[in-house]
């Protein structure tokens, strides 16, 4: 149980880091090399943006949730 709860806390790190590259920042940053700065000059949170925003939420708390169930199972 404690290798499914390890394998699924790799898997939710590496997608929390993508996610957060992703995001579009004060200066730019990674999402603009993906096409992320063609939707700041419309202006507005897109749909794609508040999509992300979810997903990025959702991930966390999976990760969060994964953390303290691994913590629960490793101490007993």
Excluded: P
């Amino acid at each position: 149980m404690a290798t499914v709860f390890t394998v699924l806390l790799v898997i939710t790190s590496v997608l929390m880091i993508m996610l957060v590259l992703l995001h579009k920042g004060r200066g730019g940053g990674l999402s603009d090399m993906f096409g992320g700065g063609m939707s700041s000059s419309l202006g507005g949170s897109s749909v794609a943006e508040k999509n992300l925003d979810r997903l990025t939420i959702g991930t966390g708390v999976l990760w969060f949730a994964v953390t303290i169930a691994l913590g629960l199972i490793l101490a007993y």
